[in-house]
């Protein structure tokens, strides 16, 4: 019988999500993250077909040459740059993805702005310790908004910072003056954008030319009292040097929910560093965008099986 490994389970939900039973195969569900290579081997060894959660475990060409077994590998989402397409094809394996709504993860971030302007965080903590009211909060009506990528997510980021009463400025690399204005926003060169917004947030793919885009002259040129939110990728954002900034009080804070290692390390200076709102990689992560996942991964391994794969993904 075909075995189907789901990883990557952290909330333990993926079995009630979709109706695995249909496929008449075993599936097993893990809810740990495994980053040692032997052990995931180990783990993954008998196993035609493996689920991926998007940017959780890598399938770089080493681990794949190491599972003769595998045959397809379904990703949510239908980019997932953990994922060598490339080498899983060169090793005869088939690599299908899902749909995957941005709305969830422009919601966070936009939570995330909110909930730096009122440091909800903080006064939250008072209250459970048996305190009470202990900063000032600021408004976002009337602050200006600034948006380091204007696709999708970063669309729908300037419709909530229109609602809100926001200024809304934008750049990107090709970001044109009439796309911008066609969502509301304005077109600003990154050095202008960085200087004037309030709130910075980021909406970018992981490339070559994103990472380290944030890095520490980037973040010299934003307000003392300005905020950086990154829902987008860890390695955009040159981590030592967020921690440098925010010791030196160049910026007010940073919401933060992706990171250069995940599950963000235990010990990770990051964790004790008080202007910091940190969330653990939870952008996409809500019910109904996990049942759009599992359920169409489950239609991807029923394609599969029956010799018609489906949502195939290219190199």
Not at 23 to 45: I, M, N, T, Y
């Amino acid at each position: 019988m075909v075995r189907v490994a789901v990883l990557d389970d952290y909330q333990k939900v993926a079995a009630g999500l979709a109706d695995w039973a249909s496929l008449g195969v075993q599936v097993d569900f893990f809810d740990d993250h495994v980053a040692d290579a032997d052990l995931l081997v180990e783990r993954l060894a008998p196993y035609e077909v493996v689920v991926a959660m998007r940017e959780r475990t890598p399938f770089r060409a080493d681990l794949i040459g190491r599972l003769p077994s595998l045959r397809l590998l379904v990703t949510t989402g239908m980019k997932n740059a953990a994922v060598d397409i490339a080498a899983a094809n060169a090793a005869g394996v088939t690599v299908c993805g899902t749909g995957s709504p941005v709305h969830a993860t422009a919601e966070l971030a936009f939570g995330l702005v909110l909930a730096m302007a009122r440091g909800l965080v903080t006064e939250a903590g008072s209250v459970v310790s048996g305190g009470w009211q202990i900063g000032l909060g600021r408004d976002v009506r009337g602050a200006t908004l600034g948006l380091i990528g204007l696709g999708r997510l970063g669309a729908q980021m300037a419709g909530f910072g229109m609602a809100f009463g926001m200024n809304v400025i934008a750049w990107s690399e090709n970001l044109t003056a009439e796309r911008a204005e066609a969502v509301g926003a304005r077109a600003v060169s990154k050095t202008q954008l960085l200087g004037d917004a309030d709130f910075v947030s980021i909406h970018l793919r992981l490339a070559d030319r994103t990472i380290g885009l944030i890095g520490s002259d980037e973040l010299a040129d934003m307000k003392p009292d300005a905020y950086l939110v990154n829902t987008s990728r860890g390695p955009i954002v040159d981590e030592a040097a967020l921690l440098g900034a925010l010791r030196a009080g160049e910026i007010a804070g940073a919401a933060i929910d992706v990171f250069e290692i995940e599950p963000l390390p235990v010990d990770h200076p990051f964790r004790s560093e008080p202007r910091l709102v940190l969330t653990p990689h939870i952008g996409y992560v809500t019910r109904e965008t996990y049942e759009i996942f599992f359920t169409e991964a489950v239609e991807d391994i029923a394609a599969w099986l029956a010799g018609s794969p489906v949502r195939v993904l290219a190199p």
